[in-house]
């Protein structure tokens, strides 16, 4: 059993610190924000995390766990004092260890004797070395110390299971004795055979940084593999999992979409290009990695504002908010971008998240909370998906359907089936899924285009009576379905202004999908480019033409 004071009671802190006391050790956090610690000695969780009031309330029941805001009363109790405060990006993007350095000059001030200060926030390789040099400096009392590092890898949304169930632990220490306290620390953890990796400071250090640019990294590849897919007609979500199933990638990371966000990816990505430049050995992919993950977001963004084109008057609903499920963070989360571009484009934005419409109540204004998903899209416009909420994946998509003034879905995590939802009538755009959505402009044209067209006895369109080779087996249908309509006429727009070209059909957004919109210069130019042999949702065959939408659309006019 070990004595430890864990300082900073946010997600690392408080976590870390609920279960090394569920590990059997006594623990006391300690942080600067008085009201978060009064909330937790009533046991109240400042933010969202499954499991999490369990675990401190049974290991504040069983005396094991206490809150203090006094970092003098914390030292003077512990033998290990872990530092767990933030590191959020400076001006220049790099980690500001400021409040590290300064809880480490108090934690000197208090020592009376022997102490282990463990690093547990994410800082560049050298801050150890700085902790170590500012206690020298700011001692009381001449006496014995040690520095390591050990860096968190817990999941926010998992963070309490990740933490009792890691893939390693990372130890690092320039002292035997260091090394053996922190060992004895995650002793439960030899339980479940978790590897130990035991090296020195700066190699932990860096471990942290590399692990998180990895995996950011290949976020950032599979979004520039969808954006690919999206000019050749290839669907992501298949590449993805065929190139998952290789052992060797692995399927995790491979999920395309708006790219990533939160309190760890975006600072840390940028923190390692920052501080590998100032070192003289700048890494090229993770530079790559944050352009392209800027660019993502807003090409995203460019496509929701392009669907909903002309945004003004139009309603728009938002669905989560959060920067992933099952956490209330919304630290650098896509959606606060996306609602900010939605309301300076004029339109009325409604939404819902299931837990963090309290935490969103403070930083976003203007906009409606709503009671829940279907509440949110009630005579709305459009639909953005955000987050990926197990509850908006199972969404029953025909009352959803009815719910909307226009069945526009935007699809920013790719968690509706494209086919599906164009069978249903609905215009649907994921990303990397097929071809992406006209400009704005074009769009714009298009919906003209298609209520002049709505007077008019609509004729037929030469792609439907022909059959191509994408489109034999499947293209023939009597009767457009409504959304295929507006994919057909989008395509005309295009050609119509010279892009034709560069399109790979008059689809506005609906996936890989060959229906009767396929065209008979697409399906030649398939047939020779790389995206022949791709088989995607588009090539199932097509559903039933029955469902929801002929009613609804027809409600509509
Ligand atoms: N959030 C994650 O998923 C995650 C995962 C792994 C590592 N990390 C890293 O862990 C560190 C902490 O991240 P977080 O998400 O827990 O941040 P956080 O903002 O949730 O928590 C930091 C806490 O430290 C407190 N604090 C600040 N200065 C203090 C001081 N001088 N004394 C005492 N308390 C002080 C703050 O009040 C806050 O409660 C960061 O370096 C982060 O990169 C975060």
Known sequence: MQEICMVGSGYVGLVSGACMADFGNEV????TDEEKIEKLKRMEIPFYEFALGEIVKRNMDEGRLSFSSSLEEGVKRSKVVFIAV???????????????????????????????????STVPVGTGA?????IRENLAKDVEFDVASNPEFLREG?????????DRVVIGAWSAKAEEILADIYAPLYLNETPMVRTTVETAELIKYTANAYLATKISFINEIANLCEKVGADVKVVAK???????????FLHAGIGFGGSCFPKDTMALAKFSEQVGEPLRIVNA???INREQRKRVIDRIRGAVSPAKGKKVAVLGLSFKPNTDDLRDAPSLDIIEALTADGAGVRTFDPVSMPAARGLVKGIKFCRDAYDAVSGADAMVLVTEWNEFRRMDLTKLYSLMRRPVVIDCRNVYDPSEMVRLGFTYFGVGRGTPPPPPSTL?????????????KRKKAPARGKRSRAGTARGKTKRPAPS??????????????????????????????????????????????????????????????????????????
């Open 28 to 31: 006391i956090c300690v942080d």
């Open 484 to 557: 295929a309509v507006i994919r057909a006429s989008a395509g005309k727009a295009r050609r119509a202004s010279g892009k034709a070209g560069r399109s790979t059909g008059g689809r506005s957004g609906a996936t890989g999908r060959k229906g009767p919109s396929a065209k008979p210069e697409r399906a030649s130019a398939r047939a020779k480019g790389p995206a022949r042999k791709t088989k995607s949702p588009a090539r199932k065959p097509k559903g039933s033409t029955a469902g929801p939408r002929g009613s609804a659309r027809k409600r509509r006019g």
């Open 86 to 120: 933030g590191t959020p990006p400076d001006a220049e993007g790099e980690a500001d260890v400021s409040d590290v350095l300064k809880v480490a000059a108090e934690i000197a001030r208090y020592m009376t004797d022997y102490r282990l200060i463990v690093q547990k």
């Open 158 to 166: 998992s963070a309490v299971e990740t933490f009792m169930r890691p």
């Open 444 to 456: 714009a044209k298009e919906r003209v285009r298609q209520a002049a067209a709505g007077k008019k």
């Open 130 to 134: 700085k902790v170590r040099d500012t």
């Open 242 to 252: 065929a190139i998952g199933l290789d052992r060797r990638i692995g399927p995790k």
């Open 289 to 291: 990695t944050i352009s």
